[in-house]
C-alpha cells in the first residue's frame, strides 16, 4: 500500500471516530468523552492491538496536525466578540497567567528535582505547560528530550482537561474568567479546546492565557534553570 493511500485512510478514520465521539459527547458530559481524550485514547489503542507504528499514521495525521495552526488563528473570532470584556479585565487576566506560569514552572523544576529524576528528565518537564511548538523551542534551548517534552505537554492538557471539572467544583469556581486563565496557563491548546466546549467566554480568556503563558514561561523557564538546577 503507497503512502498516499495510508495518508487517506488515516485521515478518514480520525476524522471517523471525531464523529463518532462528538454526539456521544453532547449526551454524555464527561471529562473523558471529550473528543480530544476520548479521540487520542482510541487511535491509541487501535494502533496499539493493531500493532501499527505511530510513523505509519503520522503519514496521514502529519496532515492534521498542519491544521492545527489555521485552527488556532480561527480562536480570533470569540476574541473579537468579547474583546470589550477582555479589556475590562486585562490587569486580572497578565496577573492571574503570570502567577499560573510562574507555579507551572516552579512545580515542574521542584517536584522532579525533589523525586531524583535526571537532569534530562527534569529539563523536559519544565515547559509542560505551554502549548506544544512553544515547548519544544524552550526544550530545545535548556537541552531536555524533545521528545519528552512532548509527551509532558500532552500529559499537562488532557490531565488538565480531565480534572478541571473536579477542581472547579472542589474550590466553586464558576466564573468563566477563573477557569479559562487557569486552563490556558496550566493546560495550554488543549484546555483551552476543553474551555471553549464549555462556554464561549471562558474559550476566549483561555485562548489568551495560553499565549500570554507561552511568552512567560519562555522567559521564566530558563532563568529558573539557571538559578535552581
Do not use: C
Not at 492534521?64 to 473579537?80: D, K, S, T, W
Not at 525533589?114 to 524552550?138: H, M, N
Not at 486563565?181 to 493546560?187: D, E, F, K, P, T
Request: no cysteine; glycine share 10%; hydrophobic share 55%.
Amino acid at each position: 500500500m503507497n503512502e498516499i493511500m495510508i495518508g487517506i485512510i488515516a485521515i478518514v478514520a480520525t476524522v471517523a471516530i471525531y464523529l463518532l465521539i462528538l454526539p456521544i459527547h453532547k449526551k454524555i458530559q464527561s471529562p473523558f468523552t471529550q473528543p480530544i481524550v476520548a479521540v487520542s485514547a482510541i487511535i491509541i489503542l487501535f494502533l496499539f492491538l493493531l500493532d501499527i507504528p505511530y510513523e505509519t499514521y503520522m503519514i496521514g495525521g502529519q496532515w492534521i496536525e498542519f491544521l492545527m495552526g489555521p485552527a488556532v488563528v480561527a480562536l480570533a473570532l470569540p476574541l473579537y466578540k468579547h474583546y470589550d470584556m477582555l479589556k475590562e479585565y486585562v490587569k486580572p487576566i497578565l496577573v492571574g497567567v503570570t502567577i499560573g506560569a510562574f507555579v507551572g514552572v516552579t512545580t515542574g523544576l521542584f517536584m522532579a528535582k525533589a523525586l531524583g529524576f535526571d537532569r534530562e528528565v527534569i529539563l523536559a518537564i519544565v515547559p509542560k505547560s505551554v502549548t506544544t511548538p512553544v515547548a519544544i523551542s524552550i526544550g530545545e534551548t535548556l537541552g531536555g528530550s524533545l521528545s519528552l517534552t512532548a509527551v509532558f505537554v500532552v500529559i499537562a492538557g488532557v490531565s488538565g482537561s480531565i480534572i478541571s471539572p473536579l477542581i472547579f467544583k472542589l474550590f466553586k469556581l464558576q466564573g468563566p474568567l477563573g477557569r479559562g486563565i487557569g486552563m490556558g496557563s496550566a493546560s495550554h491548546a488543549i484546555g483551552t479546546a476543553a474551555s471553549m466546549d464549555r462556554n464561549a467566554l471562558e474559550g476566549s480568556v483561555s485562548s489568551i492565557a495560553m499565549i500570554i503563558s507561552a511568552i512567560i514561561v519562555s522567559f521564566f523557564a530558563p532563568l529558573f534553570v539557571l538559578l535552581f538546577l
